[in-house]
């Protein structure tokens, strides 16, 4: 698994390459896992699709950004749960916040915004053989 310093060398320039999100940062979380703040872009060609007139931010988007987040040597084998609890309104929400948690092959994933909770995943990692 890829260590928590070359993840956080390494994010800021996947997520500003990213369509949906116009810049992030990386930090230690006070639980010693790892966090980013991503900024969303509301005038994404995304968000005109979904949906015309009331965009949301779709959740596969917030699956692919934890997934980018971490990085390709992370790849995911199952996800064991995947919550939607909040709808993301990317002209009022436009600042996420994703907090992971690593356990070995472990990845637990919160997203909120300010203090609501908007969806938590459990991502279950491949092993890596060298």
Not at 58 to 73: K, S
Request: charged share 20%; net charge negative; proline share 6%.
């Amino acid at each position: 698994m890829q260590s928590q310093a070359t993840l956080a060398q390494s994010v800021e320039q996947r997520i500003r390459n990213a369509q949906v999100v116009s810049s992030s940062l990386m930090s230690g979380s006070p639980d010693g896992g790892l966090s980013a703040v991503v900024r969303l872009n509301p005038d994404s060609e995304i968000f005109k699709a979904h949906f015309p007139g009331f965009p949301v931010m779709p959740g596969a988007c917030l699956f692919q950004i934890a997934l980018d987040l971490l990085g390709r040597e992370c790849l995911p084998d199952t996800v064991k749960e995947i919550k939607f609890l909040s709808p993301v309104f990317p002209a009022q929400d436009t600042e996420l916040r994703y907090d992971f948690e690593t356990e070995g092959d472990t990845v637990r994933v919160r997203i909120t915004e300010g203090e609501t909770l908007k969806a938590k995943m459990t991502i279950h990692l491949k092993t890596q053989t060298i």
